[in-house]
């Protein structure tokens, strides 16, 4: 997706080798343009996909998650990072590790939101290593529904963090880009 | 705002006199085909006025104030409650009191992100005391940047919060649906 390549290299503050800032259009101020074009954007890549819900994680995942929903008419679930004091009723959880602290978290899901019928596309800001990734598909599974796609906008793919949720995975993972490095010397995308 | 209404009567859930749960269709789990039609009737409530940011806080304003920004093609600014150890720079805070708790709280914005020559429309999913919108124009007032217009799915008519943030303020006041009683006996609006 070349626009947004562009704004990666035009606006993205690479902070270290792992880490990429991209508040200026994706995190905390929203290009409301590019958003639009990321929504068409998995909205044709998933078309035929079949999906009846759309999940992702707050808070950064929810933009590209809603302009995608938006686009197939289907509905948009965020996962809490904290269980809300209304949220009543049976929950879905699931793990989280993040790399960089070396700590986990959780996840939840109101379980009314998933049915075993439903067809499931995971929608996120970023996969790196792909522990986000994984804590959806448990939510996911443990609904008793179907993973139908993964779309992510950007993948630090040098991190291979889809390694660690491909295995039994029956289907399809897109990015948006690919970053194959970052550093002082700047950003290379995998085509 | 009719479609707007039926939902609250048919999946709103009324925890007491002040609380009203929307997991179902605004929060957590969020109706693409509503939201989008939200988006669309605040881009034609705020058409003329010249807004160049919206501004909303994180998490459950950034669906009603992105579907707006895409129809509006304005940048969407999302405050955070905390601030990432990636947001480096300057810093724009304000305090927001929870009624409920009793407690403070704090919103943060990057200042590279307003500037005074903004035109802010203030987006959110809930005016119920006010206080979180209070907050919003503070953001906008030390960015010395201008309110054009405040916008709200949902106002809790009867908790008076426009009082708070209304003196002072030269731009319009805009619910698409105002709430004036919930209890047991029902949901009532104001037209």
Do not use: W
Not at 100 to 128: A, G, H, Q
Not at 129 to 157: F, P, Q
Not at 168 to 175: C, Q, R, S
Not at 182 to 191: C, H, L, R
Request: glycine letters at 8%; one cysteine or more; charged letters at 25%.
């Amino acid at each position: 997706m070349e626009l947004l390549k562009e704004k990666i290299l035009s606006e993205g503050v690479v902070l270290s080798e792992k880490i990429i800032i991209v508040n200026s259009f994706l995190n905390h101020q929203i290009d409301a343009g590019l958003m639009e074009a990321i929504g068409a954007e998995f909205a044709r890549i998933f078309a035929d996909a079949g999906a009846t819900k759309i999940l992702t994680a707050e808070v950064s995942g929810i933009p590209p998650a809603l302009a995608t929903g938006m686009k197939l008419s289907v509905p948009v679930i965020y996962a809490r990072k904290t269980r809300p004091s209304t949220m009543g009723g049976d929950i879905l959880r699931a793990r989280v590790r993040s790399a960089p602290t070396d700590t986990e978290s959780e996840i939840v899901v109101k379980r009314d939101y998933l049915s075993p019928d439903d067809r499931v596309l995971l929608i996120d800001d970023f996969i790196s290593e792909g522990y986000a990734t994984c804590a959806l598909c448990d939510i996911v599974r443990s609904a008793g529904a179907r993973i139908v796609g993964v779309g992510t906008v950007i993948e630090k793919a040098f991190l291979g963090g889809r390694s660690r949720f491909e295995e039994g995975l029956d289907a399809p993972v897109h990015a948006l880009v690919r970053i194959t490095h970052m550093g002082e010397d700047g950003i290379t995308f995998d085509e």
